[in-house]
């Protein structure tokens, strides 16, 4: 695989990850856009390529940044670790004792699951 296609992947991966993040659907970012929800597919699938004028917006409406979005990986795209990467982006805007509850909140599933 090319490292330009390895790129595009990773790029259309965490567009569509920091979407559903948002909890956007693809015809909701469309119509923000001015798009037709296929193109957000299509973008979301590697078969279109972002322009330099979308990319920032992609980037304002899913609350991520620019450099996250963009960000360059020798090996294949990993869809688990961008979700872990962008849930510690959104768990280092909360306040301390949310964050102190959320974690609360995780321990008790994990003993849950035992």
């Known amino acids: ?3 330009e ?12 990850i920091a979407r559903e993040q948002a909890g956007l659907s ?15 597919s299509e973008i979301e699938a590697g078969r279109r390529k ?3 004028e979308e990319l920032p917006r992609f980037a304002d409406i899913y609350g991520v940044s620019l450099s996250w979005l963009v960000e360059e990986q020798d090996e294949e795209p990993n869809p688990h670790e961008a979700k872990i990467e962008l ?9 301390p ?6 974690l609360d ?3 008790s599933l994990a003993q849950q699951e035992e």
């Open 26 to 40: 693809q015809g909701q970012v469309a119509k923000i856009l001015n798009l037709h929800r296929p193109t957000i």
């Open 105 to 107: 909140l995780l321990k």
């Open 50 to 52: 972002v322009t330099a």
């Open 5 to 16: 296609v390895t790129k595009g992947s990773a790029l259309a991966m965490r567009l569509r």
């Open 87 to 95: 849930a510690a982006r959104e768990l280092s805007k909360l306040k």
């Open 97 to 102: 004792e949310d964050l102190d509850r959320l």
């Open 1 to 3: 695989m090319t490292n």
